[in-house]
């Protein structure tokens, strides 16, 4: 059973930074994309940044250029987000995302898993 496990969250002034981290376990597939994604209150899920398998060619929603930064250790199946410059906007619960691809019969699966979620608040 693959498991994504989230930890860094808290609570931060604006202006502050943050470290998220995710590792997944239990995956019998290769990991392809690993991305954090983010929720608030009756809104829908909406993608923060993502990586792909070689840790090259991030890529960031707009609201988060220049202030995040996504990487990935496929040694240690993890996904990591760096969070700068943080404003009550930023104020969400932030979930892991990780893709399990294989391939069988010459056709290619991709299965997606999710963390249960870590929650950032950022004050003013």
């Known amino acids: 059973q693959v498991r994504l496990m989230e930890s860094g969250g808290g609570l931060v002034q604006a202006g502050g930074s943050l470290r998220l981290s995710c590792v997944i376990s239990?995956?019998?597939?290769?990991?392809?994309?690993m991305g954090w994604y983010r929720q608030t209150p009756g809104n829908q899920r909406e993608l923060v940044a993502v990586i792909n398998t070689s840790g090259g060619s991030p890529d960031y929603a707009d609201f988060v250029k220049g202030r995040f930064t996504i990487t990935r250790d496929n040694a240690n199946n993890s996904v990591h987000l760096e969070m700068y410059r943080l404003n009550p906007e930023d104020t969400a619960v932030y979930f892991c995302?990780?893709?399990?691809?294989?391939?069988?019969?010459?056709?290619?699966?991709?299965?997606?898993?999710w963390g249960k979620g870590t929650l950032v608040t950022v004050s003013l």
């Open positions: 995302n990780a893709e399990e691809y294989y391939s069988e019969h010459g056709r290619h699966y991709g299965i997606p898993h």
């Open positions: 239990g995956s019998k597939y290769t990991i392809n994309a």
